[in-house]
């Protein structure tokens, strides 16, 4: 029996070609990263914020920052249920919203279907979409919708809620509709993100 010799034929121009695509690729991806940090910058400064001012709570096991004109103020709240809770708006009174830390009794998901349910019966929904997320490692879900109101502005709601072991974080962003800015998702998700709970 003779042994079979294979041979592998190298086409230098195509390994040339490969290795130029693979390196324009990172070279793109780098550019990516950079123009998305640069966009979220050009969307805070286009809304006036400059700089943003560190919060903690929780014995500093949460951290998160805020524009540094707006303005917070923590609520005390009764119960185990919500652990911490913070109202912020902003200096024009346009922006307003909180942080919270809840205790979670079964999934998130289930909480959250449940929330949906209650809050029907309360309001009535021009739209209502909720999505998976991933904010530094840490997975959740964005609510994004429209509640109309008979009398006065309809007004638009952001919320992250952000699951960590037996709790979640909830952050939330409420604008009135006439007030609403297409940058604003991109301003809040920026704030989001500087979120740190352990």
Same mark, same amino acid.
């Given at each position: 029996? +003779? ?8 086409? !230098? ?51 998160? /920052?805020?524009?540094?004109? *707006? ?17 912020? !708006? ?11 830390? *809840? ?12 929330? /949906?349910? &209650? ?6 929904? /021009? ?7 991933? &904010? ?9 919708? =429209? &509640? ?17 072991? +037996? ?18 998702? =991109? ?10 709970? !352990?």
């Amino acid at each position: 029996m +003779t042994p079979i010799i294979k041979s592998i034929v190298i086409n !230098k121009r195509k390994l040339g070609v490969t290795i130029i695509i693979i390196g324009l690729m990172m070279v793109l991806l780098g550019l990516e990263k950079n123009f998305d940090m640069k966009l979220k910058f050009t969307a805070l400064m286009q809304n006036n914020i400059k700089y943003l001012t560190q919060y903690e709570g929780m014995q500093s096991k949460l951290r998160y /920052k805020l524009p540094s004109k *707006w303005s917070s103020e923590n609520q005390d709240m009764s119960g185990n249920e919500i652990l911490y809770h913070s109202d912020f !708006k902003s200096e024009d009174n346009k922006i307003r919203g909180f942080v919270e830390v *809840w205790n979670l009794d079964g999934s998130l998901k289930s909480f959250l279907e449940n929330s /949906k349910i &209650i809050s029907q019966k309360q309001n009535l929904y /021009k739209n209502y979409h909720i999505s998976e997320i991933e &904010i530094n490692g840490v997975s959740g879900y964005l609510i994004e919708y =429209t &509640i109309t109101k008979e009398v006065g502005d309809s007004y638009k709601g952001i919320e992250y809620f952000l699951k960590k072991g +037996t709790q979640f974080c909830r952050f939330s962003f409420f604008v009135n509709e006439s007030d609403f800015k297409e940058n604003m998702p =991109t301003i809040f998700e920026t704030i989001v993100k500087t979120l740190e709970y !352990k």
